[in-house]
Nanobody, 119 residues
Framework: QVQLVESGGGLVQPGGSLRLSCAQTTVGVRLNAMGWYRQAPGKQRELVAAITGRSSINYADSVKGRFTISRDNAKNTVYLQMNSLKPEDTAVYYC?????????????WGQGTQVTVSS
């Protein structure tokens, strides 16, 4: 059984920063690929960033240079540091995990955390 517990969303002004966390609790199997997807109102869910067990990293073009994904293997936790936030980053952010998470999402999802960028 896999659970993904997210934290760190909230309201921030344009240009501000937030850090999302996702802790994976897994019984029986470790899922090495983790990532973040987001979904804005009226839009499809899209990949934001992903990291594999070998620390291969993918970013959406829209967040390159502003967002950084990282992981702490000892804590089975992945982080998303979001800097220079823009109003268009407003969305529900979902943690995702599986044997792969790109190009298609993995099997497991967190509950989602709201990120709102607004003045």
């Amino acid at each position: 059984q896999v659970q993904l517990v997210e934290s760190g969303g909230g309201l921030v002004q344009p240009g501000g920063s937030l850090r999302l966390s996702c802790a994976q609790t897994t019984v029986g199997v470790r899922l090495n690929a983790m990532g973040w997807y987001r979904q804005a109102p009226g839009k499809q869910r899209e990949l934001v960033a992903a990291i594999t067990g070998r620390s291969s990293i993918n970013y959406a073009d829209s967040v390159k240079g502003r967002f950084t994904i990282s992981r702490d293997n000892a804590k089975n936790t992945v982080y998303l540091q979001m800097n220079s936030l823009k109003p268009e980053d407003t969305a529900v952010y979902y943690c995702n995990a599986g044997f792969t998470v790109v190009p298609s999402p993995g099997r497991y999802w967190g509950q989602g955390t709201q990120v709102t960028v607004s003045s």
